[in-house]
């Protein structure tokens, strides 16, 4: 089950959504972008079925599963580790005088672990900061690959907790 809470980084980039959704849709993207990334791979990629994977700096790895692709607009994903939860993640381009504005979403799954108020409490002033950070971080990393043209180096904006 997905919380009601999400988290949401949103950041314009200098350029226009051609250019930023060939960056996003290129193979193993998230290597030159994503600071938390160690490899990131395609397990099957076509018009009917997408899915990847990120192994993250700390060997943690995650599996994406596309359900939702539209060519520069965006998508929708579920991740998590290949059998456990999954959270939902939307990402979305839109044009604007400024440039493009790219904003990821993440809604992560609540835990069965806990009650109501512990998870609540969890939410509040653990998980949705740490993803806040995360996001920050990656859509950082896109926005500096697109605007500079270099690779993003691993944790450059500082370590995180989850994924270093």
Same mark, same amino acid.
């Given at each position: 089950?997905l919380?009601?809470?999400?988290?949401?980084?949103?950041?314009? !980039?200098?350029?226009?959504?051609?250019?930023?959704?060939?960056?996003?849709?290129? $193979?193993?993207?998230?290597?030159?972008?994503?600071?938390?990334?160690?490899?990131?791979k395609? !397990?099957?990629?076509?018009?009917? *079925?997408?899915? $990847?994977? /990120? *192994?993250?700096?700390?060997g943690? !790895?995650?599996?994406?599963?596309?359900? $939702?692709?539209?060519?520069?607009?965006?998508?929708?994903?579920? /991740?998590?580790?290949?059998?456990?939860?999954?959270?939902?993640?939307?990402? $979305?381009?839109?044009?604007?005088?400024q440039?493009?504005?790219?904003? !990821?979403?993440?809604?992560?799954?609540?835990?069965?672990?806990?009650?109501?108020?512990?998870?609540?409490?969890?939410?509040?002033?653990?998980?949705?900061?740490?993803?806040?950070?995360?996001? *920050?971080?990656?859509?950082?990393? /896109?926005?500096?690959?697109? *605007?500079?043209?270099?690779?993003i180096?691993?944790?450059?904006?500082?370590?995180?907790?989850w994924?270093?």
């Amino acid at each position: 089950m997905l919380s009601k809470y999400s988290s949401l980084s949103k950041t314009i !980039i200098q350029s226009n959504v051609d250019i930023v959704w060939d960056v996003l849709s290129k $193979d193993s993207h998230l290597e030159l972008v994503h600071p938390f990334c160690k490899t990131h791979k395609k !397990i099957v990629w076509n018009k009917k *079925e997408k899915k $990847d994977m /990120i *192994e993250y700096l700390n060997g943690l !790895i995650y599996y994406r599963t596309f359900y $939702d692709w539209k060519d520069k607009q965006g998508f929708k994903l579920m /991740i998590g580790k290949k059998n456990g939860k999954k959270s939902r993640v939307v990402w $979305d381009l839109k044009s604007s005088n400024q440039g493009v504005v790219l904003s !990821i979403t993440v809604t992560p799954y609540i835990s069965k672990k806990y009650n109501k108020v512990l998870n609540f409490i969890l939410m509040k002033i653990y998980i949705i900061p740490l993803l806040n950070n995360y996001l *920050e971080n990656v859509t950082n990393g /896109i926005k500096l690959y697109v *605007e500079k043209g270099s690779a993003i180096k691993k944790n450059q904006f500082g370590k995180h907790k989850w994924f270093s």
